[in-house]
Structure formats: C-alpha cells, structure tokens
C-alpha cells in the first residue's frame, strides 16, 4: 500500500542539497546520458525495462541492425522483433509494446517525426507520451529529461529504492506515486542529477536485501542506515 501524499511533506531543501552534494562527491560530476531523438531516447527506454544497460544497447544495436527504419520495426513479422531483441529479455513484451506504439505515432504524426516535442510544452508533451499504448510515468520522465532536457525525474527500481530508504519519498510508496513525489522534493534544475546519483547509488550500495551502508556515503543522513548497520536490516 502506498503512504497517502496528502499526510507527508517534503524533506526540507537543505537535506535535499546535502544529499546531492555528497552523491557527487562520491561520484563525481552527475551528468545524464547524451541526448537522442524523442522516438529513440522512447524506444530505448523500452528496450530498458527489467534489464541492465549493455543487455539493453545489444537488444538495440540488434534491432536497428536487422530493421533499420522505423517503418521496418512496426512492419516486422512479430516474431522476428522478438528475435532480434531477445538478448534484452522479456522480448515478447516489450516488442509487441515498440510496434504499437509505433503504429500509434505513425497514424497521429504521418510518420515518426517527433520533433515538435522540443518547442511544445512539458505538460503537452508529457500528456501525448502517456497516452501512448503501455508508456508509464518512467518511460514519460526519461524522454523528457535525457532527450528533451526537462526538469524530469525517471524513477526506475534503483532510484526507487533509495528514495525510499534516503525518505525522499514516503515508505511503501509504488514507483509510479513515487515520480510525482520526489519530483516535490527535488528542485527542478537539480532532479536529473538527482536521478543520475541515485542510480549510481543504487547500483554501488543501496542493493536490495541487505544494502552496504557500511560503504555508503549517505550513510550519516540516510534514516534507514542505523537500524541497516545494526543488523535490523532494511
């Protein structure tokens, strides 16, 4: 069950900061990804789900390999996409999801020219990415902090995590509450860094099961680490 927003209120500003700092102390300058198309940055972040970024990039490579338009992927014998993705796991999800998508934006667009995303706004933006077949808040916020450079926060299974136990966002909150929440705590120009730290972080230390808070250099402002380091676990 999720906490209700409605009885939580944001850590204070200067936590926020302090957490940031030491997240870029530990690992050094939080700069996002380089910057794709609208479609491709979409696409990836599909290709992404429930599975590890070199996995992820060969499903792609494989994929723009053996169909190298657009018009190709959503054109493709079904099975054939999930062959050519298989390497990034749950292919017979996620490709079934690429192709109605694609044909989704094709029949809006005429084509797959998303262009226009960069001079509209970031709520009409965010509005037509969410009405998308299967595109959830996280695919939404990656696409407009790594490709359009908005003031997003992604929250995947690793931010998620230490969101959670850093108290940035309320416990038992779900991942998909938890977008708009820590977007409240986090000041605009700061959450893509936010993001980047809190990856690195997940993946570094704030492991599922017993996290290494004996190595974590947010132990000293982390509420859960205490009870961690004493055995009681998290």
Known sequence: MSAAPEAWSPPEPA??????????????????????DPLDELVLTVLSQN?????????????????PTWDEVAAARQG???????????????APR????????????????LAWMERSTTPRVAAYLSSLPGVGPKTVACVLAFSLRRPALPVDTHVHRAAVRLGLVPPRTAA?????????AVPARS????????????????RPGRPRC???ALAGVCPTAPS???GAGA
């Open 80 to 94: 054939d996409l999930i062959d050519a993705i298989r390497v990034g796991g749950l292919a017979n999800t996620k």
């Open 228 to 230: 961690v380091l004493g």
């Open 176 to 184: 998909g509450p938890a977008h708009a929440l820590i977007e409240r």
């Open 15 to 36: 936590r926020v900061r302090g957490i940031l700092q030491r997240l870029a102390r530990r690992y050094g300058p939080l700069d996002p990804p380089s910057r794709r």
């Open 98 to 113: 690429i192709q109605a998508i694609l044909r989704e934006i094709r029949a809006r667009e005429g084509g797959f020219d």
């Open 214 to 216: 004996e190595d974590c």
């Open 191 to 206: 959450r893509i860094r936010m993001h980047v730290g809190l990856i690195r972080l997940g993946r570094d230390v704030c």
């Open 51 to 67: 599975t590890n970024d070199l996995n992820r990039d060969r499903a792609w490579a494989a994929m723009r390999a053996r169909f």
